[in-house]
Nanobody, 114 residues
Framework: QVQLVESGGGSVQAGGSLRLSCTAS????????MGWYRQAPGKQRELVAM???????NTADSVKGRFTISIDSAKNTVYLQMNSLKFEDTAVYYC????????WGQGTQVTVTS
């Protein structure tokens, strides 16, 4: 079993920045894939960014150049630095860890006000 603990999020004005953190604990040897999805009201959950222990990343086109995902493998923690936030970035952000199956965090609200 794997447990995910998220932190960060909150409310910020458009153009501002926030940083999300997610720490995985439990049966973890190597991070195959870990990152963030988001879900806005009335929309499907979508990929924001993923990374792994090798430092490979996959970032959604909608946030490229504004969001940066990074990993501290020693701490089993991933970070999502979100800059130049837009109103449309408002959503619940979910940490995701994948190893044979998906594990999800409880979600953290990010609200961008105009």
């Amino acid at each position: 079993q794997v447990q995910l603990v998220e932190s960060g999020g909150g409310s910020v004005q458009a153009g501002g920045s926030l940083r999300l953190s997610c720490t995985a604990s439990g049966n973890i040897n190597r991070i195959i894939a870990m990152g963030w999805y988001r879900q806005a009201p009335g929309k499907q959950r979508e990929l924001v960014a993923m990374t792994n222990s090798d430092g490979m990343t996959n970032t959604a086109d909608s946030v490229k150049g504004r969001f940066t995902i990074s990993i501290d493998s020693a701490k089993n923690t991933v970070y999502l630095q979100m800059n130049s936030l837009k109103f449309e970035d408002t959503a619940v952000y979910y940490c995701n860890y994948f190893n044979r199956r998906d594990y999800w965090g409880q979600g953290t609200q990010v609200t961008v006000t105009s």
